[in-house]
Antibody
């Protein structure tokens, strides 16, 4: 069974830092790019970041550029999101998602984790 | 960045009704448009890619159409289990891959 399990969500103050993790199983992890997508409470979906299958290319939403860093460890089948200088507007459920397209062909997100909650509040 | 305008924001319909949701891109995205379903308290699920290609296992009462800037998502005969929020997403070129604002579908 293809599965993504996020962890690391927490409650923290503005300006803080946090590292989210996503454990992947059931597919050949290093064949696929991976994304983070977030959803603020009661709001819509916001694409956050993408990392290529080999980790060599990364992309970010303008709202997180310079503050968040996406990375992956293909030996551990794991995806990460390092978050720093957190703001109240970063409060959201963060989903790890698998790119549907093989290698560098990107077209959809076909597997989603259950999400991990990040709350930034003073 | 490409903006996606989805409408309506909410919709109430009866079981058996035909339901239509639209999504408009701020520029031509060819057919690089996906639709997701999110049930309450759950993660989103990919229903359809490339504007009209149903994912395996998705019921045939769901359909999609469109190209360029205007897209339509249709449920031919609404079922109680279709209660969810639906999102479109564009996937043209490199990121950001923006989502529409979502349409919350309820049973009348």
């Amino acid at each position: 069974e293809v599965q993504l399990v996020e962890s690391g969500g927490n409650v923290l103050q503005p300006g803080g830092s946090l590292r989210l993790s996503c454990a992947a199983s059931g597919f050949t992890f290093d064949d696929y790019a991976m994304h983070w997508v977030r959803q603020a409470p009661g709001r819509g979906l916001e694409w956050v970041s993408l990392i290529s299958d080999d980790g060599g290319s990364t992309y970010y939403a303008d709202s997180v550029k310079g503050r968040f860093t996406i990375s992956r460890d293909n030996r551990k089948n794991s995806l990460y999101l390092e978050m720093s200088s957190l703001r109240t507007e970063d409060t959201a459920m963060y989903y790890c998602t698998k790119e549907a397209g093989y290698s560098t062909f990107y077209y959809a997100m076909d597997v989603w984790g259950q999400g991990t909650t990040v709350t930034v509040s003073s | 960045d490409i903006q996606m305008t989805q409408s309506p924001a909410s919709l109430s319909a009866s079981v058996g009704d035909r339901v239509t949701i639209t999504c408009q891109a701020s520029q031509d995205i060819n057919n690089y448009l996906n639709w997701y379903q999110q049930k309450p308290g759950k993660a989103p699920k990919l229903l359809m890619s490339a504007a009209s290609n149903l994912e395996t296992g998705v019921p045939s009462r769901f359909s999609g159409s469109g190209s360029g800037t205007n897209f339509t998502f249709t449920i031919i005969s609404l079922q109680p289990e279709d209660i969810a929020t639906y999102f479109c997403q564009q996937y043209d070129g490199l990121p950001p891959y923006t989502f529409g604002q979502g349409t919350k579908l309820q049973i009348k």
